[in-house]
C-alpha cells in the first residue's frame, strides 16, 4: 500500500515536508532482494592458489607475473632450487589439491580399471609404481591374479566359494548334518529341493530298456574321446573272383603276357570311353597300372576294400584286398608289381602278396599316413617310405620291421614323395606350402622351396625324362620345377584351367613326355601339349570329382581314370 500511495502522491508532493518525508527510511518503498543466476563457485582452490602465490618468492626468471606480488615478495631474496627428494609439507606452500599435494601418476586406463576392479573383487590392488600390494586383503601367490587374467570359470569357482562360506557362517550349527531338514534348506538347488525325495517308483520295461542303450551309448562316446576304446581288430580277407588262379602251364594270374610290349612310341589323346569297372560301393582315391606292362589295375576306395581289375583280357575284377578298417588313402607297387602297399585312414600300413591276397607285414606309428612309396632301386625294394599326418617321413626296414630314420622338418602334414636323381634324392611336399629336397638316409633338408605366393601341392610327378617335376598347386594350376642340382622354378611352363582347389586331383605325364594330364573338381580329365602349354582336349569323365587319372605304360593312347563317383573308366 505504501508503495502505491507513493507512485499516486497528491500535487503538494513537492513541498519540503514532502520531500523530507519521503526521504525518511519509514516512508521509503519496497526494494525486491538482487539475486544472481550464475551458479556458485567454490574458490577454496583459488584461495589456497592465491595464498600459495602470496607465500612464494617470486622467480626472476618470469616475464609475467599472474598476480599482484606484494613488497615483500618483490623485494625477498632469491632462493635456490627445492630439493627433489626433500618431504613435502603443506606449510611450506606446495600444495596443489585443497588436501595437499598430489604427483602426477602415468597410468593407462586399462591398467587403471584393472587395479580399480581387483580391488572391489578380491580386496588388493598394485600401486601404481607396481612394486608394493594395498589393500585389506593379500595375494597369496608371488604374482597376485587380477580380474582380467582369470578365466570366466574361474570367476565362478571363487564366487562359489564366497558364498558357500557366507552361507556356511549364518548356517545354523544344526545345518551340518546332512540328517536334517535344515541342512536340505541350506543346501538345495532348486525350489523343489526343500524336502526330501521321495524314494523313486519303479521303472517299466520300456525305460529300463532306454536307460541301458542311453547308458552304453555315453559310454562309448567318453571312451572314444578320451581315446581308450580298443582298436577293433580287422580280419584280412581276400576273395579271387577270376576262373583260376593258374594257367594249364602253371603260370600264375599275375604273369604278364609274352606279346606285351610297346606298339607305337608316339602318344595319341584318347577320345572315348571303351569300359567302365563299377564295383567299389564308394568313392575310387586312386589307381595304380602294373608297372611296366599294365595288363592289370589296382584301385583303392573309400569303401575300405583294394580291388584288381583285369585290363588286357576279360576286364573283370581279378581280386579283392580287404584289410583295412577305414578308407585306403594311397597304393603303390614294387618295381614288379608281385607285392604292393597300402595306407588307410586307420593308421596301418600294410604290404600284400599280390598274386595269394595275404598281408605280408603291417606297419604303424599311430598317425595316418598319407603317401607311401618304396625305394625303386632293385637293391633297396625292403624300405618303405611313410608321410605321416604328423608332419614326419618315416623309414621302415620291412626285413626287421624296425623304423632306421626319421625326416622332421616339415610343418604340416606329408601329401607326396617323389625320387630323383637316380633315386638318390627325394622331394616331398606338405600342407605347410612348401617342397623340401632330402639326401636318401640323411634327414637334412638339402633344399627348402617356399615363396608367399605358393600353395599347398597334393600331387607331384616326374617326367619321364627325369629333368621336370610337375607339381599340382591348389591355385588351380601346374607348376614344373627343375630335378637339377637348384630345383628352381620353371617360370615359362604353367598349365592353368581346370579347378583343383581343395581336391588332391593327381598329375600325370605320358609315356613319350609330350602330354600333361590332370583330373579336376567338375569331373573333367584334362590335356595339355608340355612344350607349348596349351590345351589339347578336356574329357568330361566323372559325375563328381576326378581325382585320379594314370596314363598306360604300353598302349599309347590308352588312359584310365577314377572318380569319387565309384567308377572306374578306360580311355582310348
Not at 192 to 211: N, R, S
Not at 373 to 384: R, T
Amino acid at each position: 500500500m505504501d508503495l502505491l500511495q507513493s507512485s499516486y502522491a497528491p500535487d503538494d508532493a513537492s513541498s519540503p515536508e514532502a520531500s523530507s518525508a519521503a526521504s525518511s527510511p519509514d516512508s521509503s518503498p519496497l526494494r525486491l532482494p538482487s539475486k544472481s543466476a550464475a551458479p556458485a563457485v567454490d574458490d577454496t582452490a583459488l584461495a589456497l592458489s592465491s595464498a600459495a602465490s602470496a607465500a612464494r618468492p617470486l622467480d626472476p626468471s618470469l616475464h609475467l607475473v599472474a598476480f599482484n606480488p606484494t613488497a615483500d615478495q618483490l623485494w625477498a631474496p632469491i632462493l635456490g632450487p627445492q630439493h627433489p627428494h626433500a618431504p613435502i609439507s603443506s606449510a611450506s606452500g606446495n600444495r596443489n589439491h585443497k588436501l595437499g599435494h598430489v604427483e602426477d601418476a602415468a597410468v593407462l586406463p586399462f591398467l587403471f580399471d584393472e587395479q580399480y576392479n581387483t580391488f572391489h573383487r578380491f580386496g588388493y590392488a598394485a600401486d601404481p609404481s607396481g612394486l608394493h600390494i594395498v589393500g585389506d586383503a593379500q595375494p597369496q601367490a608371488p604374482e597376485p591374479d587380477t580380474v582380467y587374467n582369470l578365466a570366466p570359470s574361474e570367476h565362478k569357482r571363487r564366487r562359489l566359494l564366497a558364498k558357500a562360506d557366507n552361507e556356511a557362517e549364518l548356517a545354523p550349527p544344526e545345518a551340518k548334518n546332512p540328517a536334517s531338514e535344515e541342512w536340505i534348506l541350506h543346501n538345495k538347488q532348486s525350489p523343489w529341493a526343500g524336502k526330501k525325495e521321495a524314494p523313486p517308483a519303479e521303472l517299466t520295461d520300456e525305460q529300463k530298456q532306454y536307460a541301458e542303450a542311453h547308458a552304453a551309448k555315453k559310454a562309448e562316446k567318453e571312451a572314444r574321446l578320451e581315446g581308450k576304446s580298443e582298436r577293433t581288430e580287422v580280419v584280412v580277407k581276400t576273395t579271387f573272383h577270376g576262373k583260376e588262379e593258374k594257367d594249364y602251364q602253371g603260370r600264375s594270374w599275375i604273369t604278364p603276357p609274352k606279346d606285351a610290349k610297346a606298339t607305337n612310341d608316339h602318344c595319341y589323346i584318347p577320345k572315348r570311353c571303351v569300359h567302365e569297372w563299377v564295383g567299389h560301393t564308394k568313392g575310387v582315391s586312386a589307381i595304380r597300372f602294373f608297372p611296366k606292362y599294365g595288363h592289370l589295375l589296382l584301385s583303392a576306395s573309400m569303401d575300405c576294400k583294394i580291388k584288381i581289375w583285369d585290363v588286357l583280357g576279360s576286364r573283370t575284377c581279378m581280386r579283392t584286398y580287404m584289410g583295412h578298417s577305414k578308407a585306403v588313402r594311397d597304393i603303390s607297387f614294387s618295381n614288379d608289381g608281385t607285392k604292393f602297399l597300402s595306407a588307410g585312414y586307420d593308421r596301418n600300413i600294410q604290404y600284400w602278396d599280390t598274386e595269394t591276397g595275404q598281408v605280408i607285414s603291417t606297419f604303424s606309428t599311430g598317425k595316418v599316413p598319407y603317401v607311401v612309396k618304396l625305394n625303386p632301386d632293385e637293391d633297396k625294394q625292403h624300405i618303405l617310405l611313410a608321410g605321416m599326418s604328423d608332419k614326419k617321413i618315416v623309414q621302415w626296414d620291412m626285413k626287421s620291421g624296425q623304423i632306421t630314420q626319421e625326416y622332421d622338418q616339415h610343418l604340416g602334414a606329408v601329401n607326396t614323395i617323389t625320387f630323383v636323381d637316380n633315386n638318390r634324392r627325394f622331394v616331398t611336399s606338405s600342407d605347410d606350402k612348401s617342397l623340401r629336397v632330402w639326401e636318401f638316409g640323411i634327414p637334412v633338408v638339402i633344399k627348402y622351396i617356399s615363396e608367399p605366393h605358393m600353395h599347398s601341392m597334393p600331387s607331384m610327378s616326374l617326367h619321364p625324362n627325369s629333368n621336370w617335376l610337375a607339381a599340382q598347386s591348389l591355385d588351380n594350376q601346374i607348376l614344373i620345377y627343375s630335378t637339377k642340382e637348384r630345383f628352381q622354378l620353371n617360370k615359362k611352363k604353367r598349365f592353368a584351367g581346370h579347378i583343383v582347389a581343395g581336391y588332391a586331383c593327381q598329375v600325370n605325364f605320358s609315356p613319350d613326355g609330350r602330354f600333361v594330364m590332370s583330373g579336376d573338381g567338375e569331373g573333367s580329365c584334362w590335356f595339355w601339349d608340355w612344350k607349348s602349354c596349351r590345351r589339347f582336349k578336356t574329357l568330361k569323365c566323372h559325375n563328381g570329382v576326378c581325382i585320379g587319372c594314370e596314363w598306360h605304360p604300353l598302349e599309347t593312347s590308352k588312359v584310365a581314370t577314377c572318380g569319387w563317383d565309384g567308377v572306374i573308366k578306360y580311355w582310348d
